[in-house]
């Protein structure tokens, strides 16, 4: 039904992406060094229905009118960019750091959830995934398009939650290993700043039009 080299280029893609420090990163690892593993794993809970909730729409087309309204699709990308060019200044000024300890006021279950689904529906990051990178690995000629988008984004939802789960699972331990080493924390923030800059220059200036599931 799909290619090897689609299920390939989603997860190569996929992988690169979520390794690469963003909101999502940065809600999961605050509120597991601040309310511990639990916290972070309900946070990542509400990530994940975040990701159905937008395969959802690119499977039965909802994510089309992005493509046939390219206004409504610039700005959206465009305050993307612009919300991760500013991690990326608080980041590289010293203001925040992925792993540095704070003090954050401790949240309900339903709270966490929540949280967590929000900061995943207005990631940039997840909505070009679905909106412009998935489609471009349908191929109609393999079978019918609803059902390969739907793989190929659960594909990216497995990779997504196991990359983040682990890094849920070893953000106390990271973190308290950067707290007793000021170069490595300085350097930990210069390469999450660095890429996030990356990250925001190549969202805003990626020509890249979504086209319908």
Do not use: C, H
Not at 32 to 40: D, E, F, H, K, P
Not at 42 to 71: D, E, K, N, Q, R
Not at 113 to 121: A, E, I, P, R
């Amino acid at each position: 039904m799909i290619e090897t080299t689609a299920v390939l280029g989603v997860a190569a893609t996929e992988l690169g992406m979520v390794l690469t420090p963003g909101p999502n990163m940065m809600y999961l690892v605050s509120r597991t060094i601040s309310q511990g593993r639990r916290a972070g794993l309900v946070s990542l809970s509400g990530v994940a229905v975040g990701f159905i909730v937008y395969l959802v729409a690119a499977t039965v087309g909802i994510t089309a009118i992005f493509a046939v309204v390219p206004g409504v699709y610039l700005s959206m990308k465009l305050a993307g960019a612009a919300y991760l060019a500013y991690l990326a200044w608080k980041t590289l000024r010293g203001g925040i750091s992925v792993f540095e300890p704070s003090d954050l006021p401790a949240d309900s279950t339903r709270r966490l959830f929540g949280m967590g689904l929000v900061t995943n529906l207005l990631n940039p990051k997840i909505a070009i995934i679905y909106m412009a990178l998935i489609p471009q690995f349908v191929t109609p000629e393999q079978g019918r398009v609803w059902l390969q988008s739907l793989l190929l984004g659960a594909v990216q939802i497995g990779i997504a939650l196991t990359v983040n789960g682990l890094i849920v699972l070893g953000a106390a331990t990271i973190a308290a290993f950067l707290t007793g080493r000021p170069l490595w924390m300085r350097a930990q923030r210069w390469v999450t700043g660095t890429m996030l800059g990356v990250v925001a220059v190549l969202l805003a200036t990626d020509r890249t039009r979504p086209v319908p599931a």
